[in-house]
């Protein structure tokens, strides 16, 4: 697994911010590497202050031209232009994943705004959702603000709510992890009577004993959920530490990221509806608006 990363580019130096962490990460892995430009049904001018390409040959050119650069590092670099006109930008790209046998996407959040452009209710939330692989999903930056091979993604945090269907998903990070050799911290958060949201909330209203003592269970079983899971880590040679906190996930993620100097952060999410509800209301979104810290998305499905 994580040996073919699909690069989706349109053109713009945010969709190219990408390319210092793929081709490290691809150096690290040895993975291989397809760059992809879909032409786009009435395609702007510009896109995010740069010409945006509209013709098979000057995709083409650009591909082979950022290939290039690949290949002069030794990555296995492949390029592919979809001619036909497409409306959808993600469908195409879910598509043009399954045809090649890719088992990583690469995308860019666009900056502030354009995650809430790309991300809630588009291009990357989308492609979570149609498809069945996992999303890098990476901030814009610099040459200079990307680490070397040998120190990409070093400490992964693995956010885990105990739902196995999340947990199961969250599960095929650890093989990236594993051909990284990076450490791993195990968090889960467990919410306050405060923090409860829409029925959970209300039933807090009506049953205000009860409910603080069903978080209090949680929180126990929790600790017990997460100390398994760390020992079968450990067993597995991964250095791994944990935290259960109460409270807002959300908060908690960038909080526990920060602190324990993680470098990727890993959720598990249904997609469209998932990423809105993961953690039963939490606002997972705003995580790209509260951080830099790239996320690994793997989509999940219902058990």
């Not at 509209?54 to 592919?80: M, P, S």
């Not at 009506?206 to 880590?233: F, G, Q, S, V």
């Not at 249904?270 to 989509?299: D, Q, V």
Request: with cysteine.
């Amino acid at each position: 697994m994580y040996r073919h990363i699909l690069v989706p580019l349109d053109g713009s130096h945010l969709a190219e911010s990408v390319l210092p962490v793929v081709r490290n990460l691809a150096r690290k892995i040895n993975a291989r590497v397809t760059l992809i430009h879909i032409i786009e049904e009435d395609a702007p001018e510009n896109i995010h202050g740069d010409h945006h390409i509209k013709t098979d040959k000057e995709a083409c050119q650009y591909l082979e031209q950022v290939a290039g650069q690949l290949r002069t590092v030794g990555i296995d670099t492949q390029t592919h232009v979809h001619t036909t006109c497409v409306a959808d930008l993600a469908e195409s790209i879910v598509e043009h994943a399954t045809e090649f046998d890719h088992d990583l996407i690469v995308l860019c959040t666009h900056g502030e705004e354009g995650w809430k452009d790309r991300m809630v209710g588009s291009i990357a939330q989308q492609v979570i959702g149609m498809g069945r692989l996992p999303v890098l999903l990476l901030q814009p930056q610099g040459e200079d603000e990307t680490p070397p091979p040998e120190k990409i993604f070093q400490k992964f945090l693995l956010a885990l709510d105990g739902k196995e269907d999340h947990e199961a998903g969250v599960e095929k990070s650890i093989e990236l992890a594993a051909a990284l050799k990076a450490g791993l911290h195990l968090l889960t958060v467990v919410e306050t009577f405060s923090s409860l949201r829409g029925s959970e909330a209300a039933m807090g209203m009506l049953l205000p004993a009860a409910t603080t003592a069903m978080l209090d269970i949680a929180e126990e079983d929790a600790k017990d959920r997460l100390l398994e899971k760390a020992e079968y880590l450990q067993k597995k040679g991964f250095p791994v530490s944990l935290d259960v906190h109460r409270g807002d996930p959300v908060q908690w993620i960038i909080k526990d990221a920060n602190s324990h100097q993680c470098d990727l952060i890993v959720l598990g999410t249904h997609g469209k509806s998932g990423m809105k509800a993961f953690w039963a209301g939490s606002s997972a979104p705003k995580i790209p608006e509260l951080t830099r810290i790239p996320l690994l998305l793997i989509p999940v499905h219902h058990s």
